[in-house]
C-alpha cells in the first residue's frame, strides 16, 4: 500500500488540480500521498480569506456528501477562525478508477459551491 500511495500520489494531486482549474475560490492543491489540501480564497481578489459565516468549506463537506464523498473541512489559520480548506484523503486501497470518481464528484462539489457564492460576495465589498 505504501509504495501504490507513493507512486500514485503526485498523479493524484495533479488529477485534482487540474480538475479544479480555473476556478477562482480555489487558491492551491497542495499535498502528499493520498493526504490532500485544497486552500479557498476570495474569488474576488484571489487571495484574501472567505468571510467565516460563509462556511465554505464546510459547504464543499456537505456538497460532497450529497455526491457521495466524504470530505473534511478545516480552518487551517493559527486563530482558527479565518481561511477555508477541504482535505481530501481516499483509502489508500483505491484504485485508479474510484480516485478517478471520487476526484470528480469532489470537483463538482467545490463548483456548486463557487457558483453559490458567487451571488453571496456579489454584494459584500472586498
Same mark, same amino acid.
Given at each position: 500500500?505504501? =509504495? ?23 487558491? /492551491?492543491?497542495?499535498? #502528499? ?8 480564497? !476570495?474569488? #474576488? !481578489? ?32 493559527? !486563530?482558527?477562525?479565518?481561511? =477555508? ?5 481516499? %483509502?489508500?486501497?483505491?484504485? =485508479? ?18 457558483? /453559490? ?7 459584500? %465589498?472586498?
Amino acid at each position: 500500500l505504501v =509504495d501504490h500511495v507513493r507512486e500514485r500520489g503526485p498523479r493524484l494531486r495533479d488529477q485534482l488540480a487540474d480538475a479544479l482549474k480555473g476556478l477562482p475560490l480555489v487558491h /492551491e492543491v497542495r499535498g #502528499r500521498g493520498f493526504l490532500l489540501g485544497v486552500e479557498y480564497v !476570495d474569488p #474576488r !481578489d484571489g487571495k484574501s480569506f472567505l468571510p467565516p459565516e460563509l462556511r465554505t468549506a464546510g459547504r464543499v463537506d456537505d456538497v460532497a456528501f450529497e455526491h457521495g464523498l466524504i470530505t473534511y473541512s478545516t480552518m487551517p489559520t493559527r !486563530d482558527g477562525f479565518a481561511g =477555508d480548506q477541504s482535505l481530501f484523503a481516499p %483509502p489508500f486501497t483505491s484504485t =485508479d478508477a474510484e480516485l478517478a470518481e471520487m476526484v470528480e464528484r469532489f470537483a463538482a462539489s467545490v463548483r456548486t459551491v463557487a457558483s /453559490e457564492l458567487e451571488t453571496k460576495l456579489e454584494a459584500r %465589498p472586498v
